[in-house]
């Protein structure tokens, strides 16, 4: 569930659905195409779960990663001190709430579920959006591909992200309540724009296609990662409660609650090292390391300890429901303050 970036729209974001559990495992296939465009559109889009990040369109993209080595993103915090705050921050999401992939292969009550990342074609032409927040938008132009995948499918009510990875660029595009219109034109409530070669953030008090501010593809869990054994990034979760507050990396806020025992977004929470993974199955064994080694940054208002991946049929969801077996009692806060060298960049 999503609450509104800006406090007087709360109300009405507060009644869009989260998505469910998954749906039980299925044989790994690629994922479903979408529906095909109009005669005379510019080539269509590779619809894919896991965006590569070394394509092999040109040595330009080859060099492309999701965000420096030396992100914030990619930094480990296994090693940094507990926050003063950390019991508060934990059980006001919920000590005994489950973890909860928000994300899997197939379908759920007929959409597929997790975020689904749509790879830019060489050449795409970019197009035009019209924000709801344009203060706080990248004013684009956006090269959005027919057949571009939408959050939860064409038909979606949700938060109907669309995630834009662009290998020939190295520039990641991502837009929030996005909807394509009859004659073409795309409209959404908010929008921004991100070089991967570099480690700058937003101004301060923009939003972006999330709540917090930040980019989503750098948190999600990717099958490609989780298959070859190593996830080398935080991962994405929500919160039910935050306050009116962000702290670094983080941007934006998204409450009007001045509780201290609730967390700001850009909040890092880690497993704890003394939790037993050992005998996890092995998709939910490299999240599980990776929440150990990397953490999980509060990006969004939503359910408790949801993390975020890609949506993408290679995933065996019964595997993926073993870190249910987690509650945020195996968690801590973590305090990430030492890492910064600059409040305006992700650079560690």
């Known amino acids: 569930m999503r609450v509104a970036r800006l406090v007087v729209f709360v109300a009405v974001l507060s009644l869009v659905a989260c998505s469910g ?5 299925v044989t790994p296939a690629p994922p479903t195409s979408p529906p095909p465009e109009a005669p005379g559109s510019a080539p269509a889009a590779t619809p894919t779960g896991t965006p590569t990040p070394r394509p092999s369109a040109t040595t330009q993209a080859r060099r492309c990663t999701i965000l420096p080595a030396n992100n914030v993103w990619h930094a480990r915090v296994d090693a940094l001190p507990v926050h003063t705050r950390s019991a ?4 006001s999401i919920g000590r005994d709430r489950a973890v909860h992939p928000d994300f899997g292969g197939g379908l759920y009550e007929g959409a597929p579920f997790g975020f689904p990342v749509t790879t830019v074609p060489p050449g795409q032409r970019g197009v035009r959006v019209s924000f709801r927040y344009a203060s706080e938008s990248d004013p684009g132009p956006y090269p959005i591909p027919p057949g571009a995948r939408v959050e939860g499918g064409p038909s979606a009510t949700g938060d109907r992200h669309v995630i834009l990875y662009d290998p020939t660029s190295c520039r990641l595009y991502e837009l929030y309540a996005a909807v394509k219109g009859t004659d073409g034109s795309w409209r959404a409530g908010s929008g921004a724009v991100y070089d991967l070669r570099s480690n700058a953030l937003r101004p301060r008090g ?6 917090a501010g930040l980019p989503i593809l750098p948190g999600l869990v990717q099958y490609g990662e989780v298959a070859a054994g190593h996830i080398d990034h935080a991962i994405r979760i929500t919160a039910p409660r935050t306050r009116d507050a962000y702290v670094w ?3 934006h806020s998204a409450s009007d609650s001045t509780d201290a025992s609730l967390p700001a977004m850009g909040q890092r929470f880690r497993l704890k090292s003394s939790v037993d993974i050992s005998r996890f199955p092995p998709q939910a064994r490299v999240v599980a390391q990776a929440l150990k080694e990397y953490g999980a ?13 890609t949506e993408d049929n290679h995933w065996d969801n019964d595997a993926l429901h073993a870190l249910g077996r987690l509650t945020g009692a195996d968690f801590e806060a973590v305090d990430a303050s030492g ?10």
């Open 339 to 348: 890492l910064m060298v600059s409040a305006d960049s992700g650079a560690v």
């Open 21 to 25: 559990p998954g749906a039980a495992t």
């Open 249 to 251: 990396p983080a941007r």
């Open 206 to 211: 923009w939003t972006s296609a999330d709540a």
């Open 297 to 309: 940054i509060l990006a969004d208002n939503g359910s408790a300890w949801y993390l975020s991946g």
């Open 88 to 91: 508060a921050y934990v059980s």
